[in-house]
């Protein structure tokens, strides 16, 4: 008899919503974590960058407190150590969050490192301390190092920074995402390489901060996974605030200097320039932890360091399955979330569920302006053969968006002028992160531009945007 239905390694967002589900489903679950339950989401990345880009917002407002009538006495400072806690409590109350949940649900945790040693067989063994924080001590009730066994292993073992040869972050001057949410005092100038979401929100954090920011990009553009468009308005604004592009450009070399370091920039061309920061944020993507887990030894298939899985999280090994950051892009907290219900619903049997299309996933990227997307962009649309109908909607036409002085973005939307399909949606501006919902749904349950465009959508808000958006589309817009 296997001690569990299902063992989950790795406490993330993907872990442990995949653990509640199990539980909820009747599946007796453990879950195994080395280090936060919670993840690096919760501890390192989605949460508590959040945070801090919620001090970045304050401050910026503060900046401009006479755009809205306002007077003040005194200047506004950041005070690093202090944005630094808030941000740390906020992921620590989230943290012991979770730990309650997985008591809550009768999900036993199993503290340590897991490796798999056989079909439906883990060792674990006593967790390596890291080097950000000291070892967070297990939570009571947990169990710790022994051999365990299940009859379904789902591995969610999230990702890591990745690093370029000759430019590996060493925590002190050159940072990776880890050192950038906890720095001592803030540098007086910066260097990101990479312009990704966590390159441009870590830049628009800094940059609210008072920092000289430079951001390199070795790509056409800023944001390249985004709507050509949307990119050209958030590096437009964001430039406006003092962010410094280089684009068509990569770090040729970094040599670490007293102060901080010394990079030369190399452009598309060969032309060479060379800029002295403080601090440099590597920024260049991430890679998975698919490594020591004892995958290769029962022949599961990995190519480029991500564990390969179908649509429902299963390996080519019977019984094993992965989930998240682990299984490949989009490396995104709540599509670890969905596949993970998803994965251990069809294990459970139940009915219905549909294998995750990734096509429906949305991004954002929480700079100021903030960028919001789902589907298609407007080339890849045009690629796939699609005669469309693009609609566009700008702030400033928006009465709320002026009331609240955020009248610079953008609503772009995407159909497809046959059938009225909306291929993608794609936004800039205030807010735009918690908009991009309705466009999620829309596409989810196959919504039309007929539909849309009869949708009461309420005045006066940012949402209204949305729909004049699409009836733009159709050469109905009415406030534009």
């Known amino acids: 008899m296997a001690d ?18 199990a539980s909820q489903l009747g599946l007796k679950t453990a879950i195994v974590e080395r280090e936060h339950l919670g993840g690096i989401c919760l501890n390192w990345g989605c949460i508590p960058t959040k945070a801090l880009l919620r001090s ?36 620590k109350r989230l943290n012991n969050g979770v730990g309650m949940l997985m008591k ?13 040693t056989g079909k439906g067989k883990i060792k674990v063994g006593k967790p390596q301390k890291k080097a950000m924080e000291p070892q967070v001590a297990p939570p009571k009730g947990t169990k710790g190092e022994g051999e365990y066994s299940a009859k379904h292993i789902i591995i969610a073992t999230g990702a890591r920074p990745r690093a370029l040869p000759g430019i ?19 540098p007086k100038s910066l260097l990101v390489m990479g312009s990704g979401a966590i390159g441009v929100e ?19 553009r800023i944001m390249p996974v985004e709507d050509a468009e949307i990119s050209k308005i958030a590096q437009k604004q ?10 068509k450009t990569k770090v040729a070399k970094v040599e670490k200097t007293k102060s901080g370091v010394k990079a030369t920039l190399e452009a598309e061309g060969g032309k060479t320039e060379t800029v002295e920061v403080e601090r440099l944020i590597s920024a260049v993507g991430v ?86 997307s789902i589907g298609l962009t407007e080339a890849k649309a045009k690629e796939a053969g699609y005669d469309l109908r693009v609609g566009r909607f700008p702030f400033v036409a928006n009465g709320k968006a002026i009331a609240l002085g955020e009248d610079q973005g953008l609503i772009k939307t995407i159909f497809d002028k046959k059938t009225g399909q909306l291929l993608g949606a794609h936004m800039v501006g205030a807010e735009v992160t918690e908009l991009i919902q309705g466009f999620v749904v829309a596409m989810g349950l196959e ?29 109905r817009v009415l406030n534009a």
């Open 4 to 21: 569990y239905d299902v063992i989950i390694i790795g406490s993330g967002p993907g872990g442990y919503v995949t653990a509640i589900r």
């Open 56 to 91: 970045a917002e304050i401050m910026h407002y503060a900046d401009h407190i006479k755009d809205y009538g306002l007077t003040m006495e005194g200047t506004v400072k950041p005070d690093a150590k202090a944005v630094v806690d808030r941000s740390r409590a906020v992921s």
């Open 104 to 116: 809550k649900n009768k999900v036993d945790v199993i503290w340590g490192e897991a490796k798999l």
């Open 168 to 186: 590996e972050p060493d925590g002190e001057k050159i940072w990776t995402y880890f050192e950038a949410m906890v720095p001592k005092e803030l």
């Open 202 to 220: 870590f830049a628009s954090f800094y940059n609210a901060m008072g920092v000289d920011v430079t951001v390199v990009e070795v790509l056409d």
């Open 238 to 247: 964001l430039e406006k605030q003092g962010i410094k592009f280089r684009v």
């Open 287 to 372: 890679q998975s932890n698919s490594e020591n887990l004892g995958l290769e030894d029962l022949g599961v298939k990995i190519d480029r360091g991500s564990i390969v899985v179908d649509g429902y999280g299963k390996t080519n090994v019977d019984g094993v399955y992965a989930i998240g950051d682990v299984a490949g892009p989009p490396m995104l907290a709540h599509k670890a979330e969905h596949e993970g219900v998803i994965c251990v619903e069809k294990i459970a049997g139940v009915k219905g569920v549909h294998a995750l299309d990734k096509s429906k996933i949305p991004g954002c990227t929480y700079c100021h302006p903030q960028v919001a």
């Open 447 to 475: 919504t039309t531009e007929e539909e849309l465009m009869h949708t009461v959508f309420p005045h006066p808000t940012l949402s209204e945007m949305m729909k004049e958006s699409v009836l733009d589309a159709y050469g």
